[in-house]
């Protein structure tokens, strides 16, 4: 399930990150969305979002995600935002991670928005 607006993805996702729930994460993506969630590596399509993703939620953290801006075409959109994640390392011991994100996401035939393409580290 997709959102009315590009410009609430970030909040969406964040929500849905922070109530730990991998299955309503992957529904923010196109079926073959590519994901990058580290530097030099690339995931396609939900199966391979999904579990890049459930590698974050298990730092069972909180997520803060900043939009530094939404830039909307004709069925496009491109975002740019900052994120920090804290949690608990599998030593038990805190960890922070944080990062700068890159999006392009596509408005779907319904109207809603969908990510395509999602870089966590691509504007650092």
């Known amino acids: 399930m997709g959102v009315a607006r590009p410009e609430d993805l970030h909040l969406e996702f964040t ?18 969305a590519c ?6 590596v690339t995931v396609k399509g939900h199966a391979a979002v999904k579990e890049s993703l459930q590698r974050f939620l ?3 953290g909180s997520l803060v ?17 900052r994120w920090t994640l804290t949690g608990t390392g599998p030593d038990g011991k805190a960890a922070e991670m944080n990062g700068k ?8 035939s319904d109207g809603t928005w969908l990510f395509a393409l999602d870089h966590a580290f691509g504007a650092d």
């Open 58 to 60: 298990a730092l069972r």
């Open 101 to 108: 994100n890159v999006e392009v996401a596509r408005q779907q």
């Open 65 to 81: 995600i900043t939009t530094d801006f939404v830039i909307k075409g004709e069925g496009v959109a491109l975002l740019r935002g």
């Open 15 to 32: 929500k849905r990150f922070n109530a730990g729930s991998v299955e309503q994460l992957a529904q923010l993506y196109e079926p073959s």
């Open 35 to 40: 994901l990058v969630p580290q530097p030099g």
